[in-house]
């Protein structure tokens, strides 16, 4: 039981690392959408990257045309917030997208809370490979943008964390498999 227990945690931070860096998702006519994205979890989702509080957006464009976001965005910290989570949004999920969404509720509330722990993020967005035909940008857009950058950089940021505490532990997957095929 604990192999499959190990296994499943090993996929879903893999599937967190690819689905965060882009290789997993969908685009339609908006924002990449992660390929375990639920509409709860979209929710969740919009409502952190609400309270984030982009600071000092900046764009300019280069000798090629190609436009530049910059922006310090104060968020709350979520990437400590999902590490604080992650185990107990693990306990029961039934797929990858459950997992998500209860991790995304579970950090909705942690910083919901009256003591939020706060961090800044720097963010580089190249607006051109956003929206090639767009040449003006809106103050809100900037922000929007600045403040999804910010939680994707949360999310990488914990994926990373997952990855390498997976990586780190020391398992002994022969047992793990010596037991498993005991049990069959």
Do not use: H, N
């Amino acid at each position: 039981m604990k192999r499959y227990a190990v296994y499943g945690v090993c996929a879903a931070a893999v599937l967190a690392l690819l689905s965060v860096c882009g290789c997993l998702g969908k685009e339609e006519d908006g924002p990449l959408t992660r390929s375990t994205q639920t509409e709860d979890s979209a929710k969740s989702q919009r409502a952190m990257e609400a309270l984030a509080q982009p600071e000092a957006v900046e764009t300019q464009a280069d000798e090629y045309g190609l436009v530049e976001l910059t922006a310090s965005v104060k968020i709350p910290d979520y990437s400590l917030y999902f590490s604080q989570c992650w185990e107990e949004a693990a306990e029961g999920a039934k797929d990858e997208a459950d997992f998500e969404r209860r991790l995304f509720a579970l950090a909705e509330e942690k910083a919901g809370g009256e003591e939020i722990q706060w961090t800044t993020r720097e963010v580089l967005v190249d607006l051109s490979l956003a929206d090639e035909e767009k040449k003006e940008w809106s103050g809100e857009e900037l922000e929007e943008i600045a403040r999804r950058e910010a939680f994707e950089q949360e999310m990488r940021e914990f994926a990373l964390e997952l990855v390498d505490e997976m990586a780190g532990q020391s398992i002994d997957w022969e047992a793990y498999a010596g037991a498993g095929e005991e049990a069959e």
